[in-house]
């Protein structure tokens, strides 16, 4: 069995440290006197900003808390929804320990603006405003007590079943921007607007990422180079039932907050209703979608009567420039691909506004096909291909479409052709 690890064990984010939810003495100390670069504040306010609830259900979730140790010299900043919570931590000159909360836009509206240089916050005590004083000026901000945050939920408190990963960085982004534009964006199939997560045997073990809308499918694996489960061997892990399906707003804040790490490798931690992603100075907490994710591996078909192979950039260019007159009707492309030219057309016609062709070179075995794709649906999953040429593998005209990027053999993308009406 899987033996839970905290967070708190190895990551230096951990809430417990402020005396966050732990009932500590500091936790109960109000008043707070920190210097910091107007820099570092800017950027940390607008990271966590973006898991301030928007429409709050407390008056407090519209505040960022603010946490200053002293013993530690840093500062976190900490913004939650109640499901989604980032924290992030900076170094700065505390003289004094405290916590408050404070309105984030208000509080991110004014440091954004100010010049660059020391910045000092301090509050004498809990029902007092907090002054911000830079080198142009003095302003105070009103917050609400920190006593009234609510703190992250602990993964793995319900059932004490919390399994934890340690992933390469470079895999996980690899994994989510290569299949998190194909999730529903349609709110009534919750399980489909993210990206279930899945863990495949093997040596080395593999980790698979999967979206889909109901139109589209796409899926890449990737090597684990890192992965901790407990203290079980990597041959003991891939049976337990690494499985869950994080929300695409999750996992577009963790993209942005990895794309600019130096470390390689980022903590997960999970259990059935819950994942949290932990480095140094960043922790991100989010509720997993509900619901049975679809057996999609049934969708991929196995055999092809027909396979072709083109150049991706000029199919881009040509599609975007077809993709304009598709634009304005119903963003609908016509292939016509001929094996004894050796040709790909493609084409469109917008009534009342006109038309565009253009012709392509292509490798083609099996016989002729007509068919019609959503333009979209081909440029999003072509930009993130990052290959010279690609494959598309095809049955009939109203059949899955299967592309692949050559040269990336763990990428597939899936999308359903559209049924062509004749007039």
């Known amino acids: 069995m899987v033996q839970a690890q905290s967070l708190t064990d190895n990551a230096d984010v951990s809430q417990s440290r402020f005396g966050a939810g732990s009932g500590g003495d500091s936790a109960r100390s109000f008043s707070l006197n920190l210097t910091c670069e107007q820099a570092d504040?800017?950027?940390?306010?607008?990271?966590?900003?973006?898991a301030v609830a928007s429409r709050p259900s407390m008056p407090v979730l519209a505040n960022v808390l603010l946490e200053a140790d002293a013993d530690r010299q840093r500062v976190a900043l900490t913004a939650f929804d109640l499901s989604l919570g980032i924290r992030s931590e900076f170094d700065a000159q505390?003289?004094?320990?405290?916590?408050?909360?404070?309105?984030a836009r208000l509080l991110g509206d004014i440091v954004s603006r100010l010049p660059g240089g020391?910045?000092?916050?301090?509050?004498?005590?809990?029902?007092?405003?907090?002054?911000l004083i830079s080198t142009v000026g003095q302003y105070q901000v009103r917050g609400l007590s920190?006593?009234?945050?609510?703190?992250f939920p602990e993964v793995g408190a319900g059932d004490g079943a919390a399994q934890t990963l340690e992933l390469n960085i470079e895999s996980l982004l690899q994994g989510i921007s290569q299949t998190l534009f194909a999730a529903s964006g349609d709110d009534t199939k919750q399980v489909l607007t993210g990206v279930h997560v899945k863990l495949l045997p093997g040596d080395p073990p593999l980790l698979e990422f999967a979206a889909t809308d109901g139109h589209r499918l796409a899926t890449v694996q990737t090597e684990l180079m890192m992965l901790r489960a407990g203290d079980e061997s990597l041959s003991e892990f891939p049976g337990r039932?690494?499985?869950?399906?994080v929300p695409a707003r999750t996992l577009r804040e963790l993209e942005r907050i990895l794309s600019n790490q130096v470390a390689e490798?980022?903590?997960?931690?999970?259990?059935?209703?819950?994942?949290?992603?932990?480095?140094?100075?960043?922790?991100i907490i989010s509720r997993l979608l509900e619901g049975q994710y679809p057996d999609y591996r049934r969708l991929i078909p196995t055999q092809f009567e027909r396979q072709v192979t083109l150049e991706r950039r000029p199919l881009i260019e040509s599609l975007e420039r077809v993709g304009v007159f598709a634009a304005q009707k119903n963003d609908i492309v016509k292939f016509q691909l001929s094996a004894a030219a050796q040709t790909l057309q493609i084409s469109t016609e917008a009534p009342d506004v006109g038309s565009g062709q253009e012709s392509l070179p292509i490798q083609m075995s099996g016989p002729d096909l007509e068919l019609a794709f959503n333009v979209r649906y081909l440029l999003d999953a072509l930009k993130v291909f990052h290959t010279q040429q690609v494959s598309l593998d095809l049955n009939g005209a109203v059949q899955p479409a299967i592309w692949?990027?050559?040269?990336?053999?763990?990428?597939?993308?899936?999308?359903?052709?559209?049924q062509l009406r004749s007039t």
Not at 41 to 50: E, I, K, T, Y
Not at 267 to 278: A, E, I, K, Y
């Open 94 to 103: 505390v003289e004094v320990t405290g916590r408050t909360t404070l309105p």
């Open 265 to 283: 490798t980022v903590q997960l931690r999970f259990d059935r209703s819950q994942v949290q992603f932990s480095l140094e100075r960043h922790l």
């Open 146 to 151: 920190a006593e009234d945050y609510p703190t």
């Open 404 to 418: 692949r990027p050559i040269g990336a053999m763990r990428l597939c993308y899936l999308v359903m052709p559209v």
């Open 41 to 50: 504040l800017s950027q940390h306010l607008g990271l966590v900003g973006r």
């Open 241 to 245: 039932g690494l499985e869950f399906t």
């Open 118 to 131: 020391k910045v000092t916050l301090s509050q004498p005590r809990e029902d007092a405003p907090v002054t």
